[in-house]
T-cell receptor, first 116, second 118 residues
Framework: AQKITQTQPGMFVQEKEAVTLDCTYDTSDPSYGLFWYKQPSSGEMIFLIYQGSYDQQNATEGRYSLNFQKARKSANLVISASQLGDSAMYFCAMRETETSGSRLTFGEGTQLTVNP | DTGVSQNPRHKITKRGQNVTFRCDPISEHNRLYWYRQTLGQGPEFLTYFQNEAQLEKSRLLSDRFSAERPKGSFSTLEIQRTEQGDSAMYLC????????????????FGPGTRLTVL
């Protein structure tokens, strides 16, 4: 079974609007962390935001926020006020603390295009 | 530049040749990871080191692959007898192990080495 599922291969958004990128995960580990990374066409993975399984509040980092619904096992990324520079591939990843140590398991990604 | 660096950025080789990639992590980071990313996919974990000790290896890391991290600083990933299926982006990441919980263990990635096997 897929541990990380990103069901949107591609998403389009108008500049200055908000967009939500979906991520669902599957784990039986009680302690885990969820990450979002951005990968521009240059190839480098850029860390955006982190949510721990025991965190009570949704994580926020500037224009990025994470809509964490633990019971549904979803960790959607919300980008507010989209900018042209947000056009990139976005990956959701999970680290299962007890079962897989430090490794990250990534989803297949969502290609976001911001239109002017 | 104090980020993760990787060399070379691009490598083209013929099938059957050996290749070696280098990764220099962020200087205070004691953990180093290798991932492989094929076109249109997310990165897949290969192996990781804590200091000089290789603590985990994926089953993706066949016996043609070997990674080292002498002295706990830079790391090398060698692929012997390359095959066309080895063509991919090889990403290196580093992090610092903290007793403060997982929040401070974000992995910072380098720009990757793109390998093309002809």
């Amino acid at each position: 079974a897929q541990k990380i599922t990103q069901t949107q291969p591609g998403m389009f958004v108008q500049e200055k609007e908000a967009v939500t990128l979906d991520c669902t995960y599957d784990t039986s580990d009680p302690s885990y962390g969820l990450f979002w990374y951005k990968q521009p066409s240059s190839g480098e993975m850029i860390f955006l935001i982190y949510q721990g399984s025991y965190d009570q509040q949704n994580a926020t980092e500037g224009r990025y926020s994470l809509n964490f619904q633990k019971a549904r096992k979803s960790a959607n990324l919300v980008i507010s006020a989209s900018q042209l520079g947000d056009s990139a591939m976005y990956f959701c990843a999970m680290r299962e603390t007890e079962t897989s140590g430090s490794r990250l398991t990534f989803g297949e990604g969502t290609q976001l295009t911001v239109n002017p | 530049d104090t980020g993760v660096s990787q060399n070379p950025r691009h490598k083209i080789t013929k099938r059957g040749q050996n290749v070696t990639f280098r990764c220099d992590p962020i200087s205070e980071h004691n953990r180093l990871y290798w991932y492989r990313q094929t076109l249109g996919q997310g990165p897949e974990f290969l192996t990781y080191f804590q200091n000089e000790a290789q603590l985990e290896k994926s089953r993706l890391l066949s016996d043609r692959f070997s990674a080292e991290r002498p002295k706990g600083s830079f790391s090398t990933l060698e692929i012997q007898r390359t095959e066309q299926g080895d063509s991919a982006m090889y990403l290196c990441a580093s992090s610092v192990r903290s007793s403060g919980g997982t929040r401070y263990n974000e992995q910072f990635f380098g720009p990757g080495t793109r390998l093309t096997v002809l």
